[in-house]
C-alpha cells in the first residue's frame, strides 16, 4: 500500500517562497506520473503541477512561471518549489498519481498573508 507524506508548508507573505516534500513509500507505478495538488476552503481540488513522462512538465495557468516540480527518484520523492506566492495560492496541498489513484496524505497547508 502506498504512503505519501506531504511536508514543508507553512506561512509566508506575498512575494515569499516555499518547497514543499512529497515522500511515497509502497510501491507506485512510476515516480514520473505524480503530481501535486491543492485544494483551497469551499473549493474542489485542483492539479496545479505534474510530472509527465520521462522530463516533461505540465502546470496550471494560475502556477505557471512561479512552481516548479522536480522529483529524486532515489528518495522516491516529488518536490514542489513555490515562488512570488500570492494570497490565492493559500490551500492544503497534496502530491498523488496521474490520475489520483493512491490513498490521500494528510496533505501539507500552504499560507499566503501578510
Known amino acids: 500500500q502506498v504512503q505519501l507524506v506531504e511536508s514543508g508548508g507553512g506561512l509566508v507573505q506575498p512575494g515569499g517562497s516555499l518547497r514543499l516534500s512529497c515522500a511515497a513509500s509502497?510501491?507506485?507505478?512510476?515516480?514520473?506520473?505524480m503530481a501535486w495538488y491543492r485544494q483551497a476552503p469551499g473549493k474542489q481540488r485542483e492539479q496545479v503541477a505534474a510530472?509527465?513522462?520521462?522530463?516533461?512538465?505540465q502546470y496550471a495557468d494560475s502556477v505557471k512561471g512561479r512552481f516548479t516540480i522536480s522529483r529524486d527518484n532515489a528518495k522516491t520523492a516529488v518536490f514542489l518549489q513555490m515562488n512570488s506566492l500570492k494570497p490565492e495560492d493559500t490551500a492544503m496541498y497534496y502530491c498523488?498519481?496521474?490520475?489520483?489513484?493512491?490513498?490521500w496524505g494528510q496533505g501539507t497547508q500552504v499560507t499566503v498573508s501578510s
Open positions: 498523488n498519481g496521474i490520475p489520483p489513484i493512491y490513498h
Open positions: 509502497g510501491t507506485i507505478f512510476s515516480i514520473n506520473t
Open positions: 510530472l509527465i513522462g520521462g522530463h516533461g512538465t
